[in-house]
């Protein structure tokens, strides 16, 4: 089987596709392409492939411009760079309607539903505006304790931190300091302005005695504290303490196997506890959303865009349906976000019961919602939840927002038995969004309203929201 990896050709792009490519053809192979538009003609070369049907390629030269081509946005992430901007160089007006026809085609090949979709920015976030809307920065540091972000598909860290898409001031004197080789950081700007920085242990560092987050205390200004200071406050000082991966990654030295089995063991790690220093801030980012205060871990999950929590609690008001004293649940619940607005249609004769995994975001929500003794914020997987509950009074409405992934088959046939009236269900990848949709229209339920957001400026990515009825 031949190995076209660097091999050059012309070829002329089509649609786009699932996770921010053009398709083409080439010598009777798909090719996906990143870095085109459709209808470009460009010059590409293959960075991946695995001898199948199908090969990855990044356009290297535009041959002929499509129209809506403009000049890259964001520096970092063009051909052999970051994964961040995938779509920077189109206008926002296109980046969403490249997002619509993927939505729209996801919809078609995995639900069955024909709907013409229209990606929308999110509410009070300027259309012409893809910079400055991210609240929460993930990002890698390199062997020589320098913080960026990873080449796209690679465990290698790009230092260049001219990205658009965070809030201003949320990486501001980042790339000056040092930090400790291989952590990663978290950095969120939360809803007074403060910012938050929260170094995670890197993954090949034993965890240490006393207490995990914020051993030593941040500096007031937050200024990373030197070596010294370092040491004595239980974070490890720099040194030559990178692990093989991102030695491989940063010297470009890997190859592509190793590359994808170092970025799941990556990707595993980054899920299993590790231990946190505070840097900067106090690490518990104040949130707001329709008056409430929320003050969260600044490491745990808020929506990402800084309008996003507001756009799409405002929707599921809307949708939901509900009435004073029903019932409703709030799947995947973060802290409480939705839980807090359906406990206001509800009301005091009503009930909330919601569901989340991560045990910090409800004991936070649970605080922030203490004035709302009617919800009922657990601790738990949704899967074995959700077992639980339905055989219980049927809910009239259900909000779900599931990680990446979606709900799946088992939690959309237990929710769908239980019946309740209404699902507003979320979803930030189409596909996934998509199976679960047919999952419901499988069930009997009809998908009534759709709406799509931007809420990923710049990038490939795109937020669902659909509302479905018995
Ligand atoms: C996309 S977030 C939505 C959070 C919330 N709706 C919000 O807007 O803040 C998904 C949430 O699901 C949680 N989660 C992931 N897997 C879960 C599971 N199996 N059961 C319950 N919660 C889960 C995550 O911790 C995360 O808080």
């Known amino acids: 089987m031949s190995d076209w990896r660097g091999d050059t050709f012309e070829i002329r792009l089509g649609a786009p596709g699932h996770g921010g490519f053009c398709v083409g053809r080439h010598e009777g192979r798909v090719v996906f392409v990143r870095h085109g538009l459709p209808g470009e003609l460009v010059r590409a070369v293959v960075t991946e492939d695995r001898g199948g049907s199908f090969c990855r390629a990044d356009a290297i030269e535009i041959l002929e411009a499509a129209p809506d081509r403009i000049p890259a946005t964001c520096p970092v992430s063009g051909p052999g760079g970051a994964g961040c901007c995938d779509f920077s160089f189109a206008t926002p007006r296109a980046q969403r309607a490249l997002k619509a026809t993927v939505v729209a085609e996801q919809l078609r090949r995995l639900a069955g539903v024909e709907r013409d979709i229209v990606v929308e920015p999110i509410a009070g976030y300027p259309a012409d ?12 540091v ?4 320098r913080a960026g972000v990873h080449r796209h598909r690679s465990t290698g860290v790009i230092t260049d931190l001219r990205c658009p898409q965070p809030v201003p001031g949320a990486v501001d004197g980042i790339g000056e300091r040092d930090w400790t080789p291989g952590a990663e950081l978290v950095i969120a700007v939360d809803g007074d302005g403060v910012r938050h920085i929260v170094e995670l242990a890197p993954v090949d560092v034993e965890p240490r005695e006393g207490s995990r987050r914020g051993r030593g205390r941040a ?8 070596r010294d200071a370092r040491g004595r406050g239980g974070r490890p000082g720099r040194g030559p303490r ?3 991966a991102e030695l491989s990654g940063t010297q470009g030295l890997a190859s592509a196997g190793t590359e994808r089995r170092n970025a799941a063991a990556r990707r595993a790690a ?8 505070v840097l900067a801030g106090s690490g518990r980012a104040v949130e707001y959303v329709s008056g409430r205060r929320w ?8 929506q990402a865009h800084r309008g996003a929590a507001q756009c799409y609690s405002d929707l599921i008001a809307e949708w939901s349906g509900l009435e004073p004293g029903d019932l409703a649940w709030d799947l995947y619940s973060g802290a409480g976000v939705f839980a807090a607005r359906l406990a206001e249609q509800v009301g005091a004769d009503g009930a909330v019961r919601a569901v989340e995994s991560a045990r ?4 936070d929500g ?4 203490h004035d709302l003794p009617w919800v009922d914020l657990r601790a738990d997987r949704t899967e074995r939840w959700i077992v639980e509950h339905a055989s219980g009074a049927a809910p009239a409405a259900v909000v779900l927002d599931p990680p990446r992934a979606g709900a799946g088959k088992e939690v959309i046939a237990t929710l769908t038995e239980a019946g309740p009236a209404r699902i507003v269900h979320i979803g930030c990848d189409p596909a996934a969004f998509a199976r679960d949709l047919g999952l419901y229209q499988n069930a009997g339920y009809t998908l009534t309203d759709l709406r799509a957001f931007d809420a990923f400026p710049g990038t490939h990515h795109v937020e669902c929201v659909a509302l479905l009825r018995r």
């Open 295 to 302: 003050e969260i871990a600044a490491t745990g999950f808020w």
């Open 270 to 277: 980054t899920h299993a506890p590790r231990e946190e220093w």
């Open 242 to 244: 990178a692990s093989a």
């Open 129 to 140: 505006s893809t910079a400055g809307w991210r609240t929460r920065v993930r990002l890698a």
């Open 366 to 369: 649970t605080a922030a919602l």
């Open 142 to 145: 390199d062997a020589r304790g």
């Open 360 to 363: 910090s975001a409800v004991a």
């Open 219 to 226: 500096d007031s200004d937050g200024r990373a504290r030197g």
